[in-house]
């Protein structure tokens, strides 16, 4: 019922005002979305047991301000993030465009997030307020002007300081919106920065009792032999998980969209076939030694079967939830658990 008045406001005006919506409507309403009827089928994922497959993706709760109203609409796990070490505003707007026809969002937000102390403070007393206790994923990235060879202390600053709140974390280098970020995924940058990262797990696992997995996210414009290359450091480096994928810089089948000439990165219905075919591909190099989380163009439980089909462990939405509402989440939980 909300969905055409929502759709008649700026992207991102919507998006604020429905989140703001859930956070000040009450759990046991929100919980009417989720049909609870349904007989999910856990997965111990990443050494972590999952009530169900089905999370929501990175970017829709960056400040870790809506998880716990979230969580009433069903999901197995949430993702808050990408946060950075510092506040930061992001790019100029207007950022977000929605493409009705193609079902589909262009954005180039730049990480625009209120900084990892703030996302600390919101997540910390998580197990003790009543509120959301399931897996709970923390995305994090690098500050906008912080030079690249200085990248990876960005992401130890936010590890340090999420590690003890987060089930999970996510390593973000492969948003198209921060100028190099994707330089990150290959060479000496990705050798240096998974050093750093797994240097730091060890240290943190044995400080605070308890192992925390950590997972990388990539993007999907990455060609075959990069994918190959990547998923052999990651076995290398022994990464928990691999997020496949992020948004992409293509405009393939959006030529004919007036955002087509919009700088940002595409997610929706034009990125299923191609998050599908980096998902296989991966899974193809990992033989199983790391579980995939598929993420990217699943708008019906269809896209979501044929994810799994290819490889994937866990499923994350994001574009799909705002062209379908909860009741995606429905329709994906019931055609996992048969």
């Known amino acids: 019922m909300a ?18 919506t859930v956070k000040k409507t009450p759990a046991r309403l929100l919980r009417n979305f989720c049909d609870d009827s349904i007989a999910d089928k856990p997965a111990t994922v990443m050494g972590l047991n999952f ?29 808050v993030g990408t946060v950075t070490p510092r506040p930061q505003p992001g790019n100029d707007k207007p950022r977000m465009f929605r493409l009705k026809k193609e079902k589909a969002l ?10 990892v102390d703030h996302l600390v ?3 910390s007393q998580r197990k003790h307020s009543g509120g959301f206790d399931g897996i709970l994923g ?12 200085s990248a990876h202390e960005d992401y130890l600053a936010c590890m340090q ?6 089930d999970y974390i996510t390593v973000n280098i492969s948003s198209p919106n921060t100028p190099g970020l994707r330089d990150l995924q290959l060479g000496e940058s990705l050798e240096l920065l998974l050093t750093t990262l797994k240097t730091a797990q060890q240290e943190l696992s044995q400080q605070h009792g ?11 414009d990455m060609d075959s032999e990069d994918i190959k290359l990547f998923a052999d450091t990651a076995k290398r480096y022994e990464i928990d998980g691999i997020i496949a994928g992020n948004t992409t810089s293509s405009r393939q089948a959006i030529e004919e969209s007036e955002f087509a000439s919009e700088a940002g990165g595409l997610s929706g219905e034009p990125l299923t076939h191609r998050a599908r075919q980096v998902i296989s591909l991966l899974a193809q190099r ?22 799994q089909k290819a490889g994937a462990s866990l499923l994350q939405v994001y574009t799909g939830l705002i062209y379908r509402g909860p009741q995606l989440i429905n329709d994906i939980r019931r055609a996992l658990s048969t």
């Open 286 to 307: 990992l033989h199983g030694e790391i579980p995939i989380v598929g993420c990217g163009g699943i708008l019906g439980s269809d896209d979501a079967l044929a994810h």
């Open 106 to 115: 262009i954005n180039r937000m730049g990480f625009n997030n209120k900084g």
């Open 161 to 166: 300081k999420v590690y003890e709140h987060a």
């Open 138 to 149: 923390v995305n994090i990235g690098k500050n906008l002007t912080t030079p690249l060879s």
């Open 210 to 220: 308890r192992y925390v997995p950590l997972a990388v996210k990539i993007a999907p």
């Open 3 to 20: 969905k055409p008045l929502l759709f008649q406001l700026p992207p991102e005006v919507s998006h604020d005002l429905t989140l703001a």
């Open 121 to 123: 403070r919101q997540i």
């Open 51 to 79: 009530p169900n497959p089905v999370g929501l993706a990175a970017g829709l709760d960056k400040n870790a301000d809506y998880y716990q109203s979230l969580a009433a609409l069903g999901f197995g796990f949430i993702e």
